[in-house]
């Protein structure tokens, strides 16, 4: 069985500082990991993924994640916070060798930028 | 490209009444999946399929029926909706079953 755990519920910065979202995994496969954001009132869009090819992924808006299998963790981070990066954001993984290729999400970081 | 759509995007409904959200893709996918997401609990997987005319049950599959007749569309009813239903829900569709894709959302409430 597969299950994610984002260790902040809420992470508050302020603008132009660093921002680091935290997420550890569990996989009895090899799993495909995400990084979803969710803006208020929206749907959710992909930030970036890991598909077993370069741990260090890159993703839009300047989001990266780093793929660490000794420590099943997948941590998202940015060099400098904007205001528009305020959102919810979702650690995702999926059963890549299983039939049924569902997602499982961790329960969500509120991402909050101060001015 | 329109995507991953739904319909509708708000319902209101009362205890007992029933109704079909539709979310229709136009990336010639073969998965296709319901989620529901409540406060402080991500999404979780009410079914899915696998492609047309083939379905299954998700992690939360109680009180909700679905159909995949044409592989663009995924149908997800409530035969007699309960406030537990109440939730925001989010159709998505996948290629290969990797990255997916998601709609806007319905959020329904039952009263």
């Known amino acids: 069985a597969q299950s994610v755990t984002q260790l902040d519920s809420h992470v508050s910065v302020s603008e132009g500082t660093p921002v680091l979202l935290r997420c550890n995994y569990s996989s009895s496969y090899s799993p495909s990991l995400f990084w979803y954001v969710q803006h208020p009132n929206k749907g959710l869009q992909l930030l970036l993924k890991y598909t077993s090819a370069a741990t260090l992924v890159k993703g839009i808006n300047g989001f990266e994640a780093e793929f660490k299998k000794s420590e099943t963790s997948f941590h998202l981070t940015k060099p400098s916070a904007h205001m528009s990066d305020a959102a919810e954001y979702f650690c995702?993984?999926?059963?890549?060798?299983?039939?049924?290729?569902?997602?499982?999400f961790g329960s969500g970081t509120r991402l909050q930028v101060q001015p | 490209n329109a995507g991953v759509t739904q319909t509708p995007k708000f319902r209101v409904l009362k205890t007992g009444q029933s109704m079909t959200l539709l979310c229709a893709q136009d990336m010639n996918h073969e998965y296709m999946y319901w989620y529901r997401q409540d406060p402080g609990m991500g999404l979780r997987l009410i079914h899915y399929?696998?492609?047309?005319?083939?379905?299954a049950k998700g992690e939360v599959p109680d009180g909700y029926n679905v159909s995949r007749l044409k592989k663009q569309n995924f149908l997800l009813g409530l035969e007699s909706a309960a406030p537990s239903q109440t939730s925001v829900y989010f159709c998505?569709?996948?290629?290969?079953?990797?990255?997916?894709?998601f709609g806007p959302g319905t959020r329904l409430t039952v009263l």
């Open positions: 998505a569709s996948s290629f290969r079953g990797d990255e997916q894709f």
């Open positions: 399929s696998v492609g047309e005319g083939t379905t």
């Open positions: 995702v993984v999926s059963e890549r060798d299983t039939g049924r290729r569902a997602l499982t």
